[in-house]
């Protein structure tokens, strides 16, 4: 069965220090891991898709990178307006259509 | 470009009660699926539509749940009857096509059984 498991489940950062969360999956067939951010009260709002390993993409201060096993969120010199869960999918070749989601990683950034 | 627009955004009603949960996904779309939100469980696949037509509904809890797309923008998801436990945060999302597409989050409807 597909597994996508993120960690850490939590993290607590001071603000300007950077981190990582991870995202790995047992999958065959990776069409496209999917990163999003998800505020309270909101639904997840897209940030990124990777579709090979090796590819990296970039939005103001998150960097995404995946290998053929795992995707980092990169997170440099946070701000507490980064403060949100972070939550990976991924879509493979064959089987069901629908991405599996992990269960995030809920990120805060102390001022 | 509008968004996938949900509502109510909040839902609060009594056992027993019909509740029904609208949603209308972004113009163009072709797949539009239903998920529920808690913090036991995560994010969970309720079913998903490509071109109105219900392609998945395994996730779908009980009998009780049932949802309809008429037609290419407008979806509904209808509870009869509620209990308590359907208490949660229901979202509705939009994608096209293609496995390597992302999808495309309302931002939720929050149901309140009491």
């Known amino acids: 069965e597909d597994q996508v498991t993120q960690s850490p489940e939590a993290l607590r950062l001071q603000e300007g220090e950077s981190s990582s969360l991870n995202c790995s999956y047992t999958v065959s067939g990776l069409r496209g891991l999917f990163w999003y951010r998800q505020d309270p009260g909101k639904g997840p709002e897209f940030l990124f898709t990777l579709y090979s390993a090796g590819e990296e993409k970039e939005k103001e201060r998150l960097k995404a990178t995946l290998t053929k096993k795992e995707s980092f969120l990169h997170i440099t010199a946070p701000k507490p307006e980064d403060s949100a869960t972070y939550l990976c999918?991924?879509?493979?070749?064959?089987?069901?259509?629908?991405?599996?989601f992990g269960r995030g990683t809920s990120l805060i950034v102390h001022p | 470009d509008a968004g996938v627009i949900q509502s109510p955004r909040h839902e609060v009603t009594e056992m027993g009660q019909e509740v029904t949960l609208r949603c209308k996904p972004i113009?163009?779309?072709?797949?539009l699926f239903w998920y529920r939100q808690t913090m036991m469980r995560g994010l969970e696949l309720l079913i998903y539509?490509?071109?109105?037509?219900?392609?998945?509904d395994s996730g779908m809890p009980e009998d009780r749940f049932s949802a309809k797309m008429p037609n290419a923008s407008f979806s509904t998801l209808k509870i009869q009857p509620s209990e308590p436990r359907d208490s949660a945060v229901y979202f509705c999302?939009?994608?096209?096509?293609?496995?390597?597409?992302?999808?495309?989050f309302g931002d939720g409807t929050r149901l309140s059984i009491l």
């Open positions: 999918a991924v879509g493979v070749s064959g089987g069901s259509y629908i991405p599996t």
């Open positions: 539509f490509n071109n109105n037509v219900p392609i998945d």
């Open positions: 113009s163009g779309h072709d797949y």
């Open positions: 999302a939009s994608s096209l096509l293609g496995r390597d597409q992302p999808q495309h």
